[in-house]
């Protein structure tokens, strides 16, 4: 069994193959960050950021992490069908945590955008990576966060210049493969988007079969004045994986920023999205929607801090659970004392499809300013049987009758999604859980 000790351990020995890669500096973040790690050490019930989600399954298994991309056949075709169709999109994909240039497909950037492994651009461009790398992700906060920096190896590193609008979504595909032994991997992504940049980035993190392995993935991302960024997170992992992944967001002046976390997959899961409003005229909007069978966790926890008045933040998150699966939705909106002015909403709706499903929610409104609009509610409850009634008398049958009620419930966070490929496909993603929960019996 793993413990804190066992990572701080294997730290040491891979710290030296590290520095050999990288400026000196790296270095320096890299101690820093498992230092805060030691301090830390994982999480436990008796924190109250962590009341309902225990840790201690993923200590179980001693995961290895992979040092460098290792070319295991996995073919083209394949990953076409992992891969959202037709969105015309700039693939970006990490097998294991590492750039995986051959299974990439960028074609012509506009000038000046650079998307690139950040173990490259650490490279080619150490002195704009430095201004940014680490500096929005807390790792005194989060000890997955910490672990992380203190594992920098590989990643993506996206920037936007000035007044640069990139048509094409981005994907960043990262795709698990476990083959003799549970593997363990950090990817971080740093994207910086200058004042009056335009650019749709998606990220994917998908496995395979049952293979157990731990993601533990960084996601830093600036956002500029004037600059508008919709993002998405799809995370559709192995029925054996654990997933840790923090979003964390810094917005300028009159700035736009949409995000929306799709969660379908893996054993054990937490999602943190940390978004700071940290100048006037700024958009935010974090959605989710998670679906969970079986005996998964999954954890969203968000973080809204509205520093700044004249600002807006909008937050949907809705859950559909079955079998014994468990979720938890943490949400929290702080309006600091001169965030005069502020609009800011939150909602969590969850549907339990058994008896035994179960979901914590915990919306919270931290306000120190006395002129803003701020709301925030929860709701958790079974399909409506008078509509399912409804709908049968339609001549519908029962179990269409309720997918019907579920891709309905669901279409309110997925009609947000601007790009129509990912929505189709999440939406046939839907249907396909759904028709497998109701084969075991779960959703009847």
Same mark, same amino acid.
């Given at each position: 069994?793993?413990?804190?000790?066992?990572?701080?351990?294997?730290?040491?020995?891979?710290?030296?193959?590290?520095?050999?890669?990288?400026?000196?500096?790296?270095?320096?973040?890299?101690?820093?960050?498992?230092?805060?790690?030691?301090?830390? @050490?994982?999480?436990?019930?008796?924190?109250?950021?962590?009341?309902?989600?225990?840790?201690? &399954?993923?200590?179980?298994?001693?995961?290895?992490?992979?040092?460098?991309?290792?070319?295991?056949?996995?073919?083209?075709?394949?990953?076409?069908?992992?891969?959202?169709?037709?969105?015309?999109?700039?693939?970006?994909?990490?097998?294991?945590?590492?750039?995986?240039?051959?299974?990439?497909?960028? @074609?012509?950037? &506009?000038?000046?955008? +650079?998307?690139?492994?950040?173990?490259?651009?650490?490279?080619?461009?150490?002195?704009?990576?430095?201004?940014?790398?680490?500096?929005?992700?807390?790792?005194?906060?989060?000890?997955?966060?910490?672990?992380?920096?203190?594992?920098?190896?590989?990643?993506?590193?996206?920037?936007?210049?000035?007044?640069?609008?990139?048509?094409? &979504?981005?994907?960043?595909?990262?795709?698990?493969?476990?083959?003799?032994?549970?593997?363990?991997?950090?990817?971080?992504?740093?994207?910086?988007?200058?004042?009056?940049?335009?650019?749709?980035?998606?990220?994917?993190?998908?496995?395979?079969?049952?293979?157990?392995?731990?993601?533990?993935?960084?996601?830093?991302?600036?956002?500029?004045? +004037?600059?508008?960024?919709?993002?998405?997170?799809?995370?559709?992992?192995?029925?054996?994986?654990?997933? #840790?992944?923090?979003?964390?967001?810094?917005? @300028?002046?009159?700035? +736009?920023?949409?995000?929306?976390?799709?969660?379908?997959?893996?054993?054990?899961?937490?999602?943190?999205?940390?978004?700071?409003?940290?100048?006037?005229?700024?958009?935010?909007?974090?959605?989710?929607?998670?679906?969970?069978?079986?005996?998964?966790?999954?954890?969203?926890?968000?973080?809204?801090?509205?520093?700044?008045?004249?600002?807006?933040?909008?937050?949907?998150?809705?859950?559909?659970?079955?079998?014994?699966?468990?979720?938890?939705?943490?949400?929290?909106?702080?309006?600091?004392?001169?965030? /005069?002015?502020?609009?800011?909403?939150?909602?969590?709706?969850?549907?339990?499809?058994?008896?035994?499903? /179960?979901?914590?929610?915990?919306?919270?409104?931290?306000?120190?300013?006395?002129?803003?609009?701020?709301?925030?509610?929860?709701?958790? @409850?079974?399909?409506?049987?008078?509509?399912?009634?409804?709908?049968?008398?339609?001549?519908?049958?029962?179990?269409?009758? +309720?997918? #019907?009620?579920?891709?309905?419930?669901?279409?309110?966070?997925?009609?947000?999604?601007?790009?129509?490929?990912?929505?189709?496909?999440?939406? #046939?993603?839907?249907?396909?859980?759904?028709?497998?929960?109701?084969?075991?019996?779960?959703?009847?």
């Amino acid at each position: 069994m793993a413990d804190k000790e066992t990572y701080i351990s294997k730290f040491a020995e891979l710290e030296t193959k590290l520095s050999e890669t990288a400026p000196s500096w790296v270095h320096d973040i890299r101690k820093s960050a498992i230092d805060r790690f030691a301090e830390q @050490g994982f999480p436990t019930t008796k924190n109250e950021q962590w009341r309902f989600t225990r840790v201690r &399954p993923l200590l179980r298994h001693d995961f290895e992490p992979v040092l460098e991309y290792e070319q295991d056949g996995l073919p083209a075709r394949k990953l076409d069908e992992l891969c959202i169709e037709d969105t015309g999109c700039r693939r970006v994909t990490f097998v294991n945590g590492h750039f995986a240039a051959d299974l990439s497909d960028l @074609g012509k950037l &506009p000038k000046g955008v +650079r998307i690139e492994s950040l173990q490259k651009a650490l490279q080619t461009d150490p002195e704009r990576v430095q201004r940014h790398l680490s500096k929005y992700a807390d790792t005194g906060n989060n000890p997955f966060v910490a672990l992380n920096t203190a594992h920098l190896i590989d990643g993506t590193f996206i920037y936007l210049p000035k007044d640069t609008r990139v048509k094409e &979504p981005i994907h960043l595909l990262h795709v698990t493969r476990s083959n003799a032994k549970p593997i363990l991997s950090h990817p971080r992504i740093l994207i910086v988007a200058e004042a009056n940049t335009r650019a749709s980035i998606v990220e994917s993190y998908i496995g395979f079969d049952a293979d157990t392995y731990f993601t533990n993935p960084v996601t830093e991302i600036t956002v500029m004045d +004037r600059a508008e960024i919709d993002h998405c997170k799809l995370q559709k992992e192995s029925a054996a994986a654990y997933h #840790m992944g923090t979003v964390q967001v810094h917005l @300028g002046r009159d700035s +736009r920023f949409k995000t929306d976390f799709i969660s379908i997959g893996g054993t054990l899961v937490r999602n943190d999205v940390n978004a700071v409003l940290d100048d006037e005229g700024i958009e935010c909007s974090v959605n989710g929607l998670y679906l969970a069978n079986g005996h998964q966790h999954i954890d969203n926890h968000t973080l809204i801090e509205h520093a700044k008045p004249h600002c807006t933040s909008n937050e949907l998150f809705k859950g559909i659970l079955s079998d014994r699966a468990k979720a938890v939705f943490n949400g929290r909106i702080h309006v600091h004392p001169d965030a /005069q002015k502020t609009d800011a909403r939150q909602t969590n709706r969850c549907i339990l499809l058994s008896d035994d499903a /179960q979901i914590n929610t915990n919306p919270q409104l931290e306000i120190y300013a006395d002129d803003v609009k701020c709301t925030h509610g929860a709701a958790v @409850g079974q399909i409506d049987e008078n509509a399912v009634f409804y709908l049968r008398s339609r001549g519908i049958e029962k179990s269409a009758a +309720r997918q #019907m009620l579920i891709e309905a419930f669901a279409a309110e966070v997925l009609e947000g999604i601007k790009i129509n490929p990912v929505r189709e496909r999440l939406t #046939m993603d839907i249907i396909d859980w759904f028709t497998k929960a109701r084969g075991a019996g779960k959703a009847d």
